[in-house]
């Protein structure tokens, strides 16, 4: 009953910036860890940035002081502000949330993912 909706990809020139949303809805008693992943043509997918329910966060070595990763709790929402955006940056850019159902599930949720594209 789970649902990710993700929003705010698109196309930014170099240098730029650009804001992600992913709201989680259904039937959810509380989130754990949320984070962003990407996946760019012909590579891995990787973590982007993680953020706890308590508000603890992890970046890749990659986007360290380039990307923020926040959270409303009480809309269930996550957001990643991206600036000085690079070329390297363009990816499908993924909502993943660790969710608790009930007392005895607990799974992890995709979104459906959103294209950014940096043009150089």
């Known amino acids: 009953q789970v649902q990710l909706v993700e929003s705010g990809g698109g196309l930014v020139q170099a240098g730029g910036s650009l804001s992600l949303s992913c709201a989680a809805s259904g039937s959810i008693f509380s989130i754990n860890a949320m984070g962003w992943y990407r996946q760019a043509p012909g590579k891995q997918r990787e973590l982007v940035a993680i953020i706890t329910n308590g508000g603890s966060t992890n970046y890749a070595n990659s986007v360290k002081g380039r990307f923020t990763i926040s959270r409303v709790n009480a809309k269930n929402t996550m957001y990643l502000q991206m600036s000085s955006l690079k070329p390297e940056d363009t990816a499908v850019y993924y909502c993943?949330?660790?969710?608790?159902?009930?007392?005895?599930?607990?799974?992890?949720?995709w979104g459906q993912g959103t294209q950014v594209t940096v043009s150089a």
């Open positions: 993943n949330a660790l969710i608790i159902a009930d007392r005895t599930n607990t799974r992890s949720y």
